[in-house]
């Protein structure tokens, strides 16, 4: 009989991929959605669907103990919101909720948490570590730090972390507009200031969170593809493999700061959260976001099988192939 895994935020970009490694370990699956959530992608798998309620903890104790779960991925949380509030209600509450409501009930409990929980560095020289103390410097990166202060202190849980770099590949919209941009011939970049990057193809992050089912146990992995690239080298690889050409332009910090602060004020008239503001500046200029995964390559088995080069390849014919480029 196959071993049972519950996957949250499998509607989003990550989850389906996790959804297809899951699958691939010959895993039965099951995904939580919202009813409202778009799943029309998601119907050549063999999944079941399930509508937890995350804001109660009994009822999620009901759903595992009925569905039999063994394991359980936690990929859902806001990547944007308007206050720190809302990112910690969601990203912290509902993962110690559904927590609680796993313990001695689940053989493992993987949170796909992030790098912005650790924070970045403040000069390139480095890599960011496991020891080294957490320095979010964004209200997403304090609500996933708090979601992993809060796990490990759920009583009888056997949980893993993982902490992802800045993930690419199909369906991703982030760094997708990024990569529209260079395609349509500019390559904006925020001030002159040297960078150390760091990225993780989405089939390596799905790798890694079905390694961490059965091991890792208690322990938090930072993940990235084992490599570290300057500011360009992700639009040099652009251009090169669609074979176009792109005008650099270095846009002043003041300027963009000024661009975030508007942003703010208008998102403060409407239900939206900004897409730039003054914290995400932050992360967007910090100058290291490079991280060690010696402890995953040694505890998980982890070794990443895409460098940037390779993964955006792939990624970049997908957009071209469902018409996103």
């Not at 996790?18 to 691939?24: D, G, H, P, R, S």
């Not at 251009?239 to 792109?246: P, Q, S, Y």
């Amino acid at each position: 009989m196959r071993e049972r895994v519950l996957i949250t935020g499998a509607s989003g970009f990550v989850g389906n991929h996790l959804i297809e490694e899951a699958l691939k370990n010959d895993l039965d699956v099951y995904i939580a959605v919202r009813k409202s959530s778009k799943v029309d992608h998601l119907k050549h798998f063999d999944i079941q669907l399930t509508y937890p309620k995350f804001n109660n903890t009994e009822a999620l104790a009901e759903e595992i103990e009925a569905n039999k779960y063994q394991y359980i991925i936690h990929a859902a949380g806001l990547t944007k919101a308007k206050t720190q509030a809302e990112y910690n209600q969601v990203n912290a509450g509902y993962t110690l909720n559904l927590a609680k409501a796993a313990a001695l009930r689940v053989k493992k409990f993987v949170l796909v948490s992030s790098l912005a929980a650790a924070g970045p560095l403040k000069t390139t020289n480095g890599l960011i570590t496991e020891s080294m103390e957490p320095k979010p410097v964004t209200a997403y990166g304090r609500s996933k730090l708090l979601a992993e202060q809060k796990l490990a202190q759920v009583p009888n849980l056997n949980y893993t972390i993982l902490r992802p770099t800045a993930v690419y590949g199909p369906r991703e919209k982030d760094i997708f507009i990024v990569i529209k941009q260079i395609a349509k011939g500019l390559e904006p970049y925020i001030g002159q200031q040297p960078q150390k990057l760091s990225f993780i193809y989405v089939k390596d992050l799905a790798t890694a969170t079905i390694k961490a089912l059965y091991g890792g146990d208690y322990h938090t992995y930072h993940l990235s593809d084992g490599n570290f690239y300057d500011r360009y080298e992700l639009g040099t690889l652009v251009k090169d493999i669609l074979g176009i050409k792109a005008k650099k332009i270095h846009l002043p910090v003041s300027f963009v700061k000024i661009l975030a602060v508007l942003n703010e004020k208008i998102a403060s008239l409407s239900n939206k959260a900004p897409a730039l503001n003054l914290e995400k500046l932050n992360e967007l200029t910090a100058p290291n976001w490079a991280c060690s995964i010696e402890a995953a390559e040694q505890e998980l088995g982890f070794y990443p099988q895409y460098n940037l080069e390779r993964g955006l390849e792939e990624t970049l014919k997908w957009y071209k192939d469902h018409n996103w480029l």
